[in-house]
Structures are given as structure tokens and as C-alpha cells.
């Protein structure tokens, strides 16, 4: 029964054997080795941010108690007040908010182009819509107004966050 197993294991390895020499040996100059080679690269939501002028945060300095439609200071009707620039490698949408206490007296709207009057609600509580769909090395705008409503004397302030997602 031994001599059986292993004649049957010597008949396998002859077969694989005779299967196998062909195709490491069968390349030459005419018939040469050709694979397929990958470079997989994962997605990348990468970008910056740049505020207009010299500007480090974004202020809104009101005339009085509830002005209505004020610019972010920087902020005119052709240069808008954060520029987001792509710098992944896939076409991104991007969102903002505030996520941090909003004053109850204060309502900020934003808009990619600079128009007020059909300028969404920024909150604290869903993201607004910036841009979708920007390409990668490509920029988004986005202009920024606030309107107090019997604002509190003083200088109060929050956080603005601004997420990107592929699109």
C-alpha cells in the first residue's frame, strides 16, 4: 500500500511537473512575460482655506443693535470672505456651520455667490451647502452676512467649520 501512495504521489508531481517546466521556461524573445501592474491611490478630501484680505477670523462689526445685511469685514461684492481651494485628487462637496454656540440674536446666511436675499441660514445644528461637485484644483467662494436682531453689547463669538466630502 506504500509503494502504492507513493508511486501515485510521483505520478502527481510528473504530471504537475510536466505542466509547470513549459510555463516557466516558455518565454523567450518572441514570446515575452507580460503582467498587469496596479497603482491604487485612495481618494483624498484635502483642501485650504483662505480669508479675504489679511483676515485671521471672520467678523461681523454691526452700525447698531440689529443691522441687517452686514458683510463679514474683508468681505465686497467680488471678493468673497473664504475661498476653499481642492487640493485632493477627486471632485469634493463642502459644507459649513456653526458648531459651537450661535447668539440667539444673530442670524448668519451664506451664499457662493454674493447674493443676500437668497442666501441660506447657516446653523448649529445641519451643515449648508457651499459647493458640490468642485474638481479637484478648483476653487469654491463663499460670502458670508449676518443680521442682529437686538444684539448684546460686547464682542461674542463661535466656531465655523467647513467639511468636505467626495462628491
Known sequence: MK???NGLALSLLMLISV???????????SNPYTVT????????TTFTVALAGAETEIIFNATN??????????QTDSVPIITISNQG??????TA?????????????GKKTYDYG???????????????NVASGNNATYWLWSDFSNGVYGTNQST???SAIAS
Do not use: C, H
Open 160 to 162: 465655523f467649520q467647513i
Open 37 to 44: 501592474i496596479k497603482w491604487i491611490v485612495p481618494q483624498d
Open 118 to 132: 437668497t442666501a441660506d441660514t447657516i446653523t448649529n445644528t445641519t451643515g449648508t451647502l457651499i459647493d458640490t
Open 19 to 29: 505542466f509547470a517546466i513549459p510555463m516557466v521556461l516558455g518565454y523567450d524573445a
Open 65 to 74: 443693535k440689529s443691522s441687517l445685511e452686514v458683510n463679514a469685514r474683508s
Open 97 to 109: 456651520q456653526v458648531t459651537a454656540f450661535l447668539p440667539s440674536w444673530v442670524t448668519l446666511k
Open 89 to 94: 485628487n477627486i471632485p469634493a462637496n463642502y
Open 3 to 5: 509503494n502504492k501512495i
